[in-house]
């Protein structure tokens, strides 16, 4: 009991976690592979035709995951950046920092799957259907995120500025989405689904949530990766970097 | 006096003789809600219908454009730091200065909205409305895009980033605003989206003043 | 197998466009990332260690 809170305390400084990360990461990549791969052999061999939707339906094995993970990943900046702030460590704001990019990746390329579902289904290449829209703003609230803490110089600022625009994000994410939501529904738009009414083949479900899960041990083994060149860089003034540095040199 | 009447006073007298500032934000809704009808084609019926998206994008965007006005001159001349110094909440002296920032850039749209609609042929009652929900929404943005606005402070091209930050964070005042309008003119009543609206502008009221005034330490630390 | 035909499998039914289009970029995409956090990697850690050479060379202590 005594040793946990000691244990997360020393891998919330830059130089543990950096060490944890680069053992970590591997394995994240090697799972991600492999379930991605099964996914995609239940997805494009196993699953049969959709009624309704024919050979198309089969977009949603990388629409669908890309969604789950865009918003996933914006939680989990979030909490980096709630931590950050209440807890004041430079670390949280190197997460999140390290997030946003494959968030802001899995927001665009849910919005891009979704348009080349909803051509063939629906006829056009964007439809204002409630989902979509709040996607494309969860779009920039990510593009909103990078530029700012891009935009800011100094490392402490750019990180409170980015933890406190990620948490006002994640708060008003709902309240967005009940009003796009009534937005559609006044307006009488279309709506995106997989299947209208009928349920969800076994298969299909699985290959589903196998690509979501792989999609999601991807950004966790990207993100570890990312934050551990962001470490470098911010305390390249420490010793151990140094050090770190100078074993390169010489084994190089 | 206390410090936020002091405040007050002090940014509206200030405004009042940068006179130019606050009639940017006028001229801009103006402009912006007479060039759709040119963009769009002179039919009646059109423009009745897109009328409300049309006049709330404009007070959108005009509101989106004086944000960047809110901390911009105290900071450059020191005063936001004393605030930040100072004894008095500040909180409270963010939430003073909202005020008259809506005083002086987003009632003017309030009235100026009546005049405008005109140009698109709404009833009196649509235009009834619409002030309405101009009345509770302006105000909301302008407690939303002050986060914003701290945010940015100082920072190199803050106000291409700080319509990037806020766009996304405005839909919901859009929606319910322009809805209301729109759902009065269906025929359906524009109570709920108003008293939807009145509810953000409670909970902003609430919550975005201590949230700004976070966010100024941070840009001022 | 529910394919009669390799051809099959990569016409989807006449959605091959979209399918492909959808699996295509979203493959690539992640490519170009996993490619770009290596790239930026190994760029951070050039840049550093000319840094500390050029400080240990102006300092001119032994590197």
């Known amino acids: 009991m005594n040793s946990q809170p000691n244990f997360w305390f020393r891998y919330a400084s830059p130089q543990a976690f950096y060490g944890l990360a680069g053992r970590l990461w591997p394995g994240f990549a090697v799972i991600a592979t492999l379930l991605g791969a099964w996914g995609l052999w239940l997805g494009l061999f196993v699953a049969p035709v959709d009624f309704q939707q024919g050979q198309a339906y089969r977009i949603i094995f990388v629409h669908v995951p890309a969604s789950w993970m865009s918003m996933v990943i914006y939680l989990a900046m979030a909490f980096w950046a709630l931590l950050g702030l209440t807890f004041n460590t430079r670390l949280s704001g190197m997460m999140s920092r390290a997030l946003a990019p494959t968030g802001a990746l899995f927001a665009f390329l849910s919005l891009w799957t979704g348009a080349l579902w909803g051509k063939p289904m629906w006829g056009a290449w964007w439809v204002w259907d409630a989902r979509l829209t709040s996607e494309l703003i969860l779009f920039f609230l990510y593009l909103g995120f990078i530029g700012l803490t891009s935009a800011i110089e100094e490392p402490r600022r750019s990180d409170k500025a980015g933890a406190l625009l990620a948490l006002v994000g994640a708060i008003n994410v709902p309240i967005i989405y009940f009003s796009v939501r009534w937005w559609n529904t006044l307006h009488q738009g279309a709506s995106v689904s997989v299947t209208q009414g009928s349920s969800m083949a076994q298969t299909m479900l699985s290959a589903m949530l196998l690509m979501a899960l792989s999609f999601w041990m991807y950004a966790i083994a990207v993100a570890l990766y990312r934050v551990r060149t962001l470490i470098l860089e911010r305390e390249r003034h420490t010793h151990w970097v140094t050090e770190l540095l100078s074993a390169k040199e010489t084994a190089a | ?221 | 197998m529910i394919w009669n035909s390799v051809s099959e499998f990569w016409a989807m039914g006449g959605y091959g466009d979209y399918v492909w289009g959808s699996f295509g970029v979203t493959a690539l995409f992640m490519a170009l990332e996993v490619a770009q956090v290596r790239y930026e990697r190994q760029q951070t850690l050039q840049r550093l260690r000319l840094m500390q050479e050029a400080q240990t060379a102006a300092l001119d202590l032994p590197a």
């Open chain 2, 1 to 221: 006096m206390n410090p936020y009447m002091a405040l007050l006073r002090r940014d509206l007298a200030l405004a009042l003789r940068r006179k130019n500032e606050v009639l940017t934000a006028m001229f801009f809704f103006v402009v912006v809600a007479s060039l759709f009808p040119v963009g769009i084609g002179p039919e009646m019926g059109t423009l009745r219908l897109i009328a409300p998206g049309i006049l709330w994008v404009g007070a959108l965007l005009a509101s989106m454009l004086a944000l960047g006005r809110l901390f911009a001159a105290d900071h450059q001349d020191g005063t936001l730091e004393q605030m930040v110094l100072s004894r008095a909440s500040l909180t409270g002296l963010v939430a003073v200065k909202i005020l008259a920032h809506w005083l002086l850039t987003g009632l003017p749209l309030v009235l100026l909205a009546p005049v405008l609609a005109l140009q698109f042929d709404l009833s009196r009652d649509a235009i009834a409305v619409l002030m309405a929900s101009l009345l509770l929404g302006t105000p909301l943005l302008s407690l939303i895009g002050s986060v914003g606005a701290a945010l940015t402070l100082g920072v190199r091209g803050a106000d291409v980033l700080l319509s990037l930050l806020v766009l996304p964070l405005y839909i919901p005042a859009l929606v319910f605003g322009a809805g209301a309008v729109q759902a009065h003119t269906a025929g359906l009543g524009a109570s709920a989206h108003l008293s939807i609206l009145l509810a953000m502008l409670l909970v902003a009221a609430l919550f975005t003043p201590w949230a700004c005034a976070v966010a100024l330490r941070i840009a001022l630390e």
